[in-house]
């Protein structure tokens, strides 16, 4: 078995490299040249990934949304929403309602009913689709002058037919409908927080907690459900930010009670969920940049993506235990946690690098001073033209997109050799 999975790798090196690109995963309008040089980016071996699937939208990519496991969402810079099927490669419906680019897309799976799919545009208009039907459902905007920057939708499994709707922006909006009867009005609520004049700047949320973080505050609510479903927001705990230089600018949640928040001036402080939020402040690791970034990793390990470095630290010690230094500024940073790999791309970049995260146990160290963790660059991602506008995670792979109006699903390669040898182990059973 173990000979037959070393000759599945070099076979998926060499050979699934030179035919990862079909011609029916590329739009027929595409000149040969430009093809040509789609495949001469492509064909460059990666460690992780041997197959790619392509989706040309015909214009700039702004959002996406994976719906299930055979379906994905784009939202485009015209306003349209994109349904395809994944594992076909064609398009299954082009939703129409806004005027202006889509800023966010978010699916609701309900039991025993159709997939729903809200999909926001930067002037505030929020739309919410049937993806079986194609039909919209509900078209309203919070207010004329909103933008909204933020979503969460917040489940209850003892009202499963309400939409609760958790809105962040210059506002914390929360607003709740029936699934049954969207045509019906709905209700709002304006949340109050600590300083109102700051625009949200993430929301987290645990079984009985949601989580507010905005430039001067960290605001925290405690759920509390009706007998009819309704949801009220209680305001249990703050945590204050006065200094205009280190304010709150990004947020990870690490665990059912616990968080950490960047500020402005490269600090990082752990924070746990309860009535007393008393935090555990990190000093910044060689840096007074801002914290751009915040993951958890695997083990108790905090990585913090500052402007032009990554710094691994010990949520236990407090100890950094891996430094990484780039010399551009960093764009996007993603964490994969199934294969224990990190994503990093240099900002304005076109190009993703792949990063092998190796973590040691405490006992796996030779001698005291050895890292608990080390980062190795396996590769790079190479198929867009233009920047890289994000990455999201499905369960064939990965998902990029960009200005070039390319989605691309890179393929996970174990699982695709698993999939060859389970073929493979049928044939010889059959035979």
Not at 101 to 128: A, R
Not at 179 to 184: A, M
Request: proline share 3%.
């Amino acid at each position: 078995m173990q000979k037959l999975k070393r000759t599945l790798s070099k076979f998926f090196e060499n050979v699934l490299d030179s035919n990862s690109l079909s011609e029916e995963d590329t739009n027929k309008s595409r000149s040969a040249n430009q093809r040509g040089r789609l495949l001469e980016q492509i064909r460059r071996p990666n460690p992780y990934y041997s197959d790619i699937k392509i989706f040309d939208a015909q214009e700039s990519v702004e959002c996406v949304s994976v719906i299930d496991n055979r379906r994905l969402a784009a939202g485009l810079v015209s306003g349209k929403v994109v349904v395809w099927d994944i594992l076909a490669g064609r398009e299954l419906a082009i939703l129409y309602n806004h005027q202006v680019s889509i800023s966010l897309l978010k699916s609701i799976n309900f039991p025993g009913q159709c997939t729903k799919l809200i999909s926001i545009d930067k002037d505030g208009l929020i739309t919410i689709w049937d993806l079986e039907s194609r039909e919209m459902l509900k078209c309203f905007m919070l207010s004329e002058d909103i933008s909204v920057r933020l979503m969460l939708h917040i489940p209850c499994l003892e009202f499963p037919d309400v939409i609760t709707l958790l809105f962040g922006h210059s506002k914390l909006q929360l607003c709740q409908m029936s699934s049954h009867q969207l045509q019906e009005p709905f209700s709002t609520q304006d949340i109050g927080r600590t300083n109102a004049k700051d625009d949200v700047v993430k929301l987290l949320e645990s079984s009985e907690h949601v989580v507010c973080i905005s430039g001067h505050a960290v605001d925290i609510y405690e759920k509390r459900w009706d007998t009819n479903g309704r949801l009220t927001l209680q305001h249990v705990d703050i945590l204050v930010r006065p200094d205009e230089k280190s304010l709150f600018c990004s947020a990870t949640r690490l665990s059912e009670d616990k968080f950490a928040v960047g500020t402005l001036s490269g600090e990082v402080l752990v924070c746990k969920i309860n009535h007393r939020m008393e935090p555990t402040e990190y000093p910044a690791f060689l840096s007074d940049s801002p914290v751009n970034c915040l993951l958890k990793l695997h083990g108790d390990l905090l990585l913090v993506a500052y402007e032009k470095s990554i710094h691994v630290v010990s949520l236990l010690s407090g100890k950094c235990e891996y430094a990484q230094t780039f010399s551009s500024s960093l764009g996007l940073v993603y964490y994969v946690p199934t294969s224990h790999l990190l994503i990093t791309q240099n900002k304005g970049s076109c190009k993703l690098l792949t990063w092998d995260v190796n973590v040691l146990e405490e006992e796996g160290r030779n001698r005291s001073n050895e890292s608990l963790c080390t980062l190795h660059c396996e590769g790079a991602l190479l198929a867009h033209t233009s920047t890289v506008k994000g990455v999201e995670l499905c369960c064939h792979g990965l998902i990029t997109y960009s200005d070039d109006s390319l989605v691309i699903i890179w393929k996970n390669k174990d699982e695709e050799m698993i999939r060859l040898l389970t073929a493979i182990n049928q044939t010889s059973t059959i035979s």
